[in-house]
């Protein structure tokens, strides 16, 4: 008999779920037979979610103990629950089941889903193909899902809805690859946007719609026109098969703005509009959204030294231009503010005003080495050669004079209207002192001299009056064998004096080579006495001499004021 008894049992193992019949209830538990000698009980609240739960009704428990201290088998519906619940998840990541969840909450960076009761984790990416902005949109509602990662460590189940759409979307890119056509026009979705287009979600292919083919008009950024999760009608431009990529246009939907210009616009119209977009050669005036035209840096100002537009015009500035060329086929317009005023160069009052002999203050603009330019009005430029700044410093190069910004005064040279050319002068704002310098360095006069300068021939002397003269260098020995070095002051005598070239060539060696000749002195200002024996044409050569010394007197203070100005 207890072999026949024996056999009606099922053999049970502790930490497993088996399946029981519910044989009995009460208010705080549930009496299970699993097929064990004796029947099992589990706490009533661990079917809360069986209200309906009767006798006769199969559920699965799981056993912890065979036999208590009290010889009760121990079972639980909760733990087995658990395991099973993961041994679904298990076998739904194994064999890329779809299941069914409930969003629970939103929590950071995602949803969290319970499935078989237990909690998972969805990504915001993981969500939909397209960008999800409001999560709380979902929370409370049921969600088919794919489990695609499981950490047993730490409890954590990874879930995704994308790929359902994904494997949906595929068939549906598929197609629409396979009909897509240049021109064909499509309606999509505004699913991304940057600083240089939108995305646009055409029904499971993406497409790019580049901030230049927006609007025939001229924008800074796409959201001047367009929102997310917009709904529009794009052009298809061009496509790559391969790569799949999708250009798409929306301007193109419509007609271009240089169709319906004025035709009363032509060469020499005025026009008015913004200013939008500066160059390093110009400025883009955009007369009306689509229609924009050119206005070369070179046509901004009369003035030759605007160098940069950006301090001429800057964007959003509304200005009035002349239009320049106008080219319909061809969409180019060239347009010119300066038109708008008179070109100084065509003023019948140009001749008189800037008549040879005539006065003018100017600003320095522009420095060479032949010379400088100087800006007598906007638009009106002359040249000062580097020979017409002094007349007794040589000037190597203008800036050794002046500088860039600085005001001079000149005198007009010479004028030619039609090629626009202006010679001007400044040191024939003052008499030629070399007119009366020829008279006072004549050949044979001895004077007071520093050497400045020496190089492989000549050095370069400093004489009275702050002028420059030159010495060979076999003319600086002197009386005791030495040679004379920079910095020195000693006596030189003329020996060449060159007006037109404004040379002087000056010895000191034939100083006391020459000892027996008179010695003519200018430079110290100290005219000897005359002898008695003097003729009459000395006497009057001498007396000549001293007339010269007050005017080179008088020279000097003008020239000390000019240094010191």
Not at 67 to 81: F, I, M, T
Not at 151 to 166: G, P, Q, T
Not at 481 to 495: I, P, R, T, Y
Not at 541 to 553: C, K, P, Q, V
Request: glycine fraction near 8%; charge should be negative.
């Amino acid at each position: 008999m207890e072999e026949l008894y024996d056999n009606t049992l099922a053999q049970v193992n502790e930490k497993e779920v088996v399946t029981g019949s519910v044989v009995g209830i009460t208010d705080r538990e549930v009496i299970l037979n699993i097929g064990f000698k004796s029947d099992g009980l589990v706490p009533a609240s661990e079917f809360r979610d069986m209200p309906d739960l009767k006798i006769g009704d199969e559920v699965e428990v799981y056993v912890e103990n065979q036999e208590d201290p009290n010889g009760q088998l121990v079972l639980s519906r909760k733990k087995a629950k658990v395991i099973t619940a993961w041994q679904k998840i298990q076998r739904a990541l194994d064999e890329d089941l779809v299941i069914d969840g409930f969003v629970k909450r939103r929590t950071k960076g995602g949803l969290i889903v319970d499935i078989y009761s237990i909690e998972a984790f969805l990504p915001g990416s993981q969500i939909d193909v397209k960008p999800i902005r409001d999560f709380d949109i979902f929370v409370g509602k049921k969600m088919e899902v794919k489990v695609v990662k499981i950490n047993y460590a730490n409890d954590n189940v990874v879930v995704s809805h994308k790929v359902l759409i994904e494997k949906d979307l595929e068939a549906q890119r598929a197609q629409i690859l396979n009909n897509l056509e240049k021109g064909q026009v499509l309606e999509g979705v505004i699913k991304n946007m940057t600083n240089f287009g939108v995305f646009i979600d055409l029904g499971g292919v993406d497409g790019l719609l580049h901030i230049t083919d927006i609007s025939w008009g001229r924008i800074n950024h796409p959201s001047e026109v367009l929102n997310l999760d917009q709904k529009v009608n794009v052009v298809v431009l061009d496509f790559d098969e391969d790569k799949k990529r999708i250009s798409l246009g929306m301007k193109q939907l419509q007609a271009h703005p240089w169709d319906s210009l004025s035709q009363d616009i032509q060469v020499g119209s005025r026009v008015k509009g913004k200013i939008v977009n500066v160059a390093d050669y110009g400025a883009f005036l955009e007369i009306m959204p689509g229609v924009e035209g050119l206005i070369h840096v070179s046509e901004m100002s009369w003035s030759q030294h605007l160098r940069n537009p950006q301090e001429f015009l800057k964007v959003s500035d509304e200005v009035e231009a002349v239009v320049l060329t106008l080219d319909r086929n061809e969409r180019k317009m060239s347009l010119g503010i300066k038109q708008l005023t008179e070109d100084p160069w065509t003023r019948p009052d140009l001749t008189a005003k800037y008549a040879v002999g005539t006065r003018h203050k100017g600003i320095v603009r522009n420095l060479t080495n032949f010379g400088l330019f100087l800006e007598l009005e906007e638009g009106i430029d002359g040249l000062v050669h580097v020979s017409d700044l002094s007349w007794t410093k040589k000037i190597k190069h203008p800036s050794d004079f002046t500088k860039v910004g600085e005001d001079l005064e000149v005198v007009v040279l010479e004028l030619d209207v039609e090629n626009r050319r202006l010679a001007l002068g400044h040191k024939q704002l003052e008499e030629n002192p070399w007119d009366t310098f020829e008279s006072v360095f004549t050949p044979g006069s001895v004077h007071r001299c520093t050497i400045l300068a020496k190089n492989d021939k000549v050095a370069t002397l400093e004489l009275p009056y702050g002028i420059e003269g030159f010495a060979s260098l076999k003319q600086l020995q002197k009386e005791d064998g030495s040679w004379a070095d920079v910095g020195e002051s000693l006596d030189f005598k003329v020996q060449e004096f060159s007006k037109d070239e404004k040379r002087i060539m000056l010895s000191h060696t034939r100083t006391w080579q020459e000892k027996d000749e008179p010695k003519k002195d200018v430079g110290k200002q100290q005219p000897r006495p005359a002898a008695k024996t003097d003729k009459p044409a000395q006497k009057e050569e001498r007396g000549a001499t001293l007339g010269d010394l007050e005017a080179l007197s008088a020279l000097k203070e003008q020239l000390e004021g000019r240094r010191n100005s």
